[in-house]
């Protein structure tokens, strides 16, 4: 999207825009926005208004049908069967994670054992969300359980719909706020789990984990703010550049979100929560 020139854009139909995510809107506005005429940048705003509202309105229906089957769960189920699930669960998202950073052309969002795998990792967070809900409400270790419901709130919304619509979603949300909410609320994790060696080293994965995605976030936002690169030396330092975070960004998915949760079910289950 960040190769159209405004010129281009402005001949596409209303269907062709109104089909564009936020995502795409937000990274062509932040290339070109010094190069916009004010009717162009109007046109732009109306089209990211409308994929607002379509993004937006998805997102609450799909929180609201996680939370209502989440609630359910917990709610018909005894606490130690609750516990066990949510212990279960975290490895499973372990496995997501792992298969995603291993298979980065297979588990696209676009593909079908994407969608699979994001379904899957949404169906994780309805298992175990609620037990740092239940923490928070209670007062329990606040900084941890808040961070961490929130970011449950946020990611599992998103791996959710993802697996739907096929293309990445609430990005900004995610990165920006729950991302750095996560960075917090595992530091603290891993502070209060010391010297437990599974939980402490998790909550470490964790947390750098955390702090590499949100400065990659960073880093995308003002890579789109560029002008598109145009010479070949330009094209190639770029290209250089993204493939090389693109590659942290998958190790850091696969070792500490991958094997960080895994520790985290094993942790969870020594303490043989039925």
């Given at each position: 999207m960040r190769k159209f020139t405004p010129t281009q854009f402005a001949w596409m139909s209303t269907d062709q825009t109104n089909a564009l995510s936020v995502l795409q809107l937000t990274t062509f506005r932040a290339t070109h926005k010094k190069a916009m005429t004010p009717d162009q940048a109007a046109s732009v705003d109306l089209a990211l208004s409308h994929a607002r509202m379509r993004e937006n309105a998805q997102a609450l229906a799909t929180f609201g049908g996680m939370s209502t089957t989440s609630y359910a769960l917990w709610s018909s189920l005894p606490p130690t069967w609750s516990a066990t699930a949510a212990a279960v669960a975290f490895g499973v998202r372990g496995f997501v994670f792992g298969s995603q950073?291993?298979?980065p052309n297979a588990t696209a969002n676009h593909k079908p054992f994407g969608r699979f795998l994001n379904a899957l990792g949404g169906a994780t967070f309805i298992a175990a969300a609620p037990g740092a809900a239940t923490g928070m409400i209670q007062g329990k270790d606040l900084v941890v359980n808040s961070t961490f419901s929130l970011g449950n709130v946020v990611y599992g919304t998103k791996s959710m719909l993802q697996s739907f619509t096929g293309r990445p979603v609430i990005r900004n949300v995610a990165e920006h706020l729950a991302g750095p909410g996560y960075v917090l609320g595992c530091a603290v994790y891993t502070l209060h789990s010391w010297p437990a060696p599974i939980a402490t080293v998790a909550g470490t994965l964790f947390t750098f984990g955390c702090a590499e995605f949100?400065?990659?976030a960073i880093r995308t936002?003002?890579?789109?703010?560029?002008?598109?690169?145009?010479?070949?030396?330009?094209?190639?330092?770029?290209?250089?550049?993204?493939k090389r975070w693109g590659s942290w960004d998958r190790w850091t998915l696969g070792i500490t979100f991958g094997i960080g949760m895994l520790l985290f079910s094993l942790d969870s289950l020594l303490a043989e929560p039925w």
């Open positions: 950073a291993i298979f949100w400065a990659s936002d003002r890579m789109n703010r560029r002008s598109v690169p145009r010479t070949d030396a330009d094209i190639a330092a770029a290209e250089k550049s993204d």
